[in-house]
């Protein structure tokens, strides 16, 4: 029994190891599709003026 917990605990490391640069990939790429999206939104706001 013991030894089922410590290898769930590895697992659990394991991806969590795995997940935390896909989940910084997915903020770093959100933030940066925001910011295009905001330069359009500007790039049409003056083309609409």
């Not at 190891?17 to 939104?41: F, K, N, Q, W």
């Amino acid at each position: 029994m013991e030894a089922m917990y410590l290898v769930f605990t590895i697992a659990v490391f394991c991806c969590l190891g795995l997940l935390t640069p896909l989940l910084y990939a997915v903020l770093t790429a959100g933030s940066l599709l925001a910011r295009l999206l905001h330069a359009i939104m500007t790039l049409i706001g003056r083309g609409a003026r």
